[in-house]
């Protein structure tokens, strides 16, 4: 278990509780967390499960593989800490990891 | 018509668009009464992975699903399930259920999906014949995807290609049986075709285009033999159809709603009646960016009208309308599909097939109209982009891999 926060663009903070194996995505959709769509449901085929990495928990959620960075390329607003949140799997490493949804996943 | 005093919403279906419709009206603010009618006994799920990593047994049960039961209870939303709709009497606003009974309604959403083609052969109907749409489907193929087994696939499709994909790393003896003269021959090219044959024939698949099934035979009831229409015999453990889907539109149909292949609707995904929306592959909506109406069977269409319908219900403003988009993944090979490639007059191929990292591209009077992109997310993300804006791209920059999409797209006029 970890506990997850969730940070919209406006700086409201949704705190929740998540289990280890599941994603940092599905945690969220599972949550109503708002602003994270994940259309394809966690294939890494759409790119719309965009956050940015809290920069204090970079070194434990790792650097995202060839084909995510190749996604993110292509969101809007990257910035160096962003990563697809399909593709962070929650573990009690990551209890307390902060990431920050964009404003639009589109 | 303004439905934005609504009190009672019922859907019909289970699936991805009822289960974005739920989410949407609520996120909307529709605080009344949602009803959720759905015959499969499970919760809505996803079905991509059945196909995929679930069938392979690299996905739990649990994260198919995209809520928890709790969420529905949460949210206030009736769930009714293992329940067969059966009737829709638009002059009362009810909604039948084969058990008995009625639900009302003051705005409906029909997302009844679609169904497996019947294998129309004689033989079809014995044991080890599956169809692959619903958990229940896998949850009784799955136990027989055992090593060495014979697993004959009728059609070279989507379905049938990534279910063969998962049999071949399962260790499975894999055909697949395709009556065109190439896979995927409804959906692509032919140079994607040669390419997704090549790839499963170096799998260990035998793939045999051309190829009719004339009939199943078996014994004591259970599938031993496939033969074809040239008097060529297969033996067979499994048989797994998957040549195609209906529409469900029975239901609109009978309570005299428009249809033609697929319950037909507006941008809004209203039908015409202004009560009654459709939403997700039993629905045939405006494509926008291609000027015709038509029916999608995918992940994208079932989310975008299952909003789209829970923002007309709400008067909210409509969401937008994105470029087609789909997937598919077959053994380490991620084919993302942007737009529709149907009527395309001009392919232009970027990057080498060879390195198992390539894109082509459709035009039709020089405009970009889709991508078929293998191993490739710029190729695919930046072709959703150009598509919407109806971009015209010279065929030799389209191919010119010394510039990158980001390049390319910047000089799109």
Not at chain 2, 98 to 103: D, I, Y
Not at chain 2, 217 to 223: C, E, M, P, S, Y
Not at chain 2, 247 to 259: F, K, M, Q
Not at chain 2, 368 to 395: C, H, Q, Y
């Amino acid at each position: 278990m970890a506990k997850i926060i969730y940070v919209d663009h406006e700086g409201t903070e949704r705190a929740i509780e998540a289990a280890n194996g599941e994603s940092v995505m599905e945690a969220a959709i599972k949550n109503s967390i708002p602003g994270i769509d994940a259309d394809c449901g966690g294939a890494c085929a759409c790119a719309t499960c965009h956050v940015y990495v809290d920069e204090a928990f970079l070194e434990k959620t790792g650097a995202a593989e060839d084909m995510e960075q190749s996604m993110l390329d292509f969101a809007e607003n990257v910035k160096p800490n962003s990563r697809l949140s399909c593709q962070i799997s929650v573990s009690d490493d990551l209890d307390g990891l902060k990431v920050i949804t964009p404003e639009s996943q589109h | 018509m303004d439905l934005s005093n609504a009190e009672r919403v019922v859907i019909i279906g289970g699936g991805q668009a009822a289960a974005q419709a739920c989410a949407s009206l609520r996120q909307f603010g529709f605080e009344g009464a949602i009803t959720l009618i759905g015959d499969e006994a499970a919760l809505p799920y996803q079905r991509p992975p059945l196909s995929k990593a679930y069938m392979k047994g690299e996905l739990a049960e649990e994260r198919l699903y995209f809520k928890p039961a709790a969420w529905y209870e949460d949210q206030n939303i009736d769930t009714v399930l293992s329940v067969r709709a059966t009737g829709i009497d638009r002059s009362a606003r009810t909604v039948s259920l084969e058990h008995g009974g009625s639900v009302e309604y003051d705005a409906l959403i029909i997302t009844t999906g679609s169904r497996p083609r019947a294998l129309p052969v004689e033989g079809a109907d014995l044991d080890g014949v599956f169809d692959l749409r619903d958990l229940a489907d896998v949850e009784r193929i799955r136990p027989r995807m055992i090593e060495g087994q014979k697993l004959v696939i009728v059609g070279a499709g989507y379905i049938g290609l990534e279910a063969a994909a998962v049999a071949r790393q399962l260790g499975l003896d894999v055909t697949v049986l395709e009556m065109e003269d190439r896979v995927l021959a409804r959906v692509t090219s032919p140079i994607m075709s040669a390419f997704f044959e090549t790839e499963h024939t170096r799998q260990g698949a035998t793939i045999k285009t051309g190829a009719r099934l004339a009939s199943l035979h078996g014994a004591d009831g259970k599938v031993t033999t496939a033969r074809l229409a040239d008097g060529s015999e297969l033996a067979a453990d499994i048989v797994l159809v998957g040549i195609g889907i209906l529409p469900n539109v029975e239901l609109a149909e009978d309570a005299g709603i428009a249809c033609s292949n697929g319950i037909l609707t507006d941008r809004d995904a209203r039908t015409n009646d202004p009560h009654v929306f459709a939403a997700g592959d039993c629905a045939a909506r405006p494509l926008v960016h291609y000027g015709r109406q038509g029916r999608l069977e995918s992940v994208h269409n079932a989310i975008e009208q299952g909003k789209l319908a829970a923002a007309a219900i709400m008067g909210k403003p409509r969401p937008p309308e994105d470029c087609p988009w789909f997937w598919s993944d077959q053994y380490d090979l991620k084919l993302q599909i942007a737009g529709l490639s149907q009527d395309y007059d001009e392919t232009v191929l970027r990057g080498d097939p060879e390195s198992r990292k390539f894109a082509v591209f459709y035009l039709q009077n020089g405009k970009l109209i889709a991508v078929d992109a293998v191993n490739s997310p710029p190729e695919f993300l930046a072709s959703k982009r150009l598509i919407m804006t109806g971009a015209r791209l010279a065929p030799e920059t389209l191919s010119d891999t010394s510039q990158s999409m980001k390049e390319i797209a910047a000089s799109a006029v």
